[in-house]
């Protein structure tokens, strides 16, 4: 039964991308347009390539000539009659605030029938899509609550850990992927002026996994630990857990005597671009920012010069309404991988990303005040094949006070 379906795909297939009867195969002229994203501002597209794929006969054109039209972009070229599957790329440029940046663009079309009836050209109209060559790597697992001391109800706050997975079905490096922190909290609602949320994030943190882009592979169905403090936090504290064998961690020079960081050799620094805490870095204990796995598309100082954020923001609060300001530094949406809305279930008040990057969230804590959250994780679900579920929607893609898997 499944061969017959096949068969009868393949049949539909080839009737409607089929060549004339006879021998003779006619060139015939196309028109390719290209329409960038509604959702940017002043977007410019350079470096566009499109690879034409002749679907019977396997033979290939490249045309890169696209030049504006309005609002699209726009190639001609001329090729054997056929059916064709199409597939551009290109490099967009935009604008995040006073800022420029970059991302490459994909597109696709496929079963493109090119022919030369009444000498006019036929036409295709693609729509472009960021594109990362790092899709499928996902956070599957944020432990942040932290466990606490036998018999208490006391936090030991330093056995926090990131999980990353490889979801795809190829390998991904690592290696130039950064973990991000927001800058704004759920349960705290702000006017921002200007508001870059629908372009970019802003941040509190960020740390790279260090490499030369080849340096950290990792296997389909593979993931990476990265601790906060990559030791065996048990030989401490017996309800926690073994994180000595973690392959990254964080680690931070303090400044302050009190919060002196410990550095395991046998893990890997993250390299630190940025972040804005005094002491120690940590993830917030109770759940209220959200982390964000990105692939960085500049240099340090690039970065640092472009991607600053000052903003002012609106307070609305019980004892009235003031005005302030606050300085950040900002990822744009286009460089994020994967991002995941965390809050205390009973205080989130708006979700501090695009909808575009995660429309839900997830939680451990019921309530500010809520000691159970001690000893519990979120945890990305798996559907049927055992593939990680990732629909950009934390609620729906996340199971919320788990038991941490490495515990």
């Not at 501002?41 to 396997?58: G, H, K, R, S, Y």
């Amino acid at each position: 039964m499944r061969s017959y379906i096949y068969l009868s795909l393949i049949v539909a297939l080839l009737s409607l991308c089929s060549c004339n009867d006879n021998d003779i195969v006619n060139d015939a002229p196309l028109r390719i347009y290209l329409d960038l994203p509604m959702n940017v501002a002043n977007p410019v597209l350079t470096q566009a390539t499109a690879e034409l794929t002749n679907i019977e006969t396997l033979e290939t054109f490249t045309v890169s000539d696209f030049s504006a039209d309005g609002d699209l972009y726009v190639a001609n070229v001329v090729l054997p009659e056929g059916c064709y599957n199409i597939s551009v790329t290109g490099v967009m440029s935009y604008t995040v605030g006073s800022s420029t940046t970059s991302t490459t663009m994909k597109a696709e079309s496929r079963g493109v029938n090119v022919t030369a009836d009444n000498g006019a050209s036929s036409t295709v109209r693609l729509f472009f899509n960021n594109y990362n060559a790092e899709d499928g790597m996902v956070i599957e697992e944020l432990f942040f609550t932290s466990s606490t001391y036998p018999g208490t109800q006391r936090p030991y706050n330093d056995d926090q850990y990131i999980k990353i997975t490889n979801n795809s079905d190829h390998l991904i490096y690592a290696d130039s992927l950064a973990i991000v922190e927001s800058k704004f909290q759920p349960d705290m609602q702000w006017e921002l002026t200007p508001d870059l949320m629908k372009d970019a994030i802003s941040i509190s943190w960020m740390y790279l996994i260090p490499g030369d882009g080849n340096s950290v592979p990792v296997e389909p169905g593979e993931s990476l630990i990265i601790a906060f403090n990559a030791k065996n936090h048990q030989a401490i504290n017996p309800n926690s857990i073994d994180l000595s064998g973690a392959d990254f961690e964080f680690f931070d020079e303090s400044t302050n005597a009190e919060f002196i960081d410990e550095d395991n050799p046998d893990a890997v620094n993250l390299e630190k671009w940025y972040n804005d805490m005094w002491s120690y870095t940590v993830l917030h204990n109770k759940g209220n920012k959200s982390y964000g796995l990105v692939r960085v598309r500049s240099d340090f100082d690039t970065f640092i010069l472009d991607n600053y954020y000052k903003f002012g923001y609106i307070v609305n609060a019980a004892w009235g309404t003031y005005e302030s300001s606050g300085e950040a530094y900002f990822i744009p949406n286009s460089w994020v991988i994967d991002m995941v809305n965390l809050s205390i279930k009973s205080d989130w008040a708006w979700n501090v990303v695009s909808p575009s990057l995660d429309s839900g969230w997830t939680y451990c804590a019921e309530t500010s005040s809520d000691k159970t959250r001690y000893g519990t994780s979120v945890i990305r679900k798996r559907d049927a094949s055992g593939k990680l579920i990732d629909t950009n929607n934390s609620t729906n893609d996340f199971l919320p006070r788990q038991r941490p898997s490495l515990m």
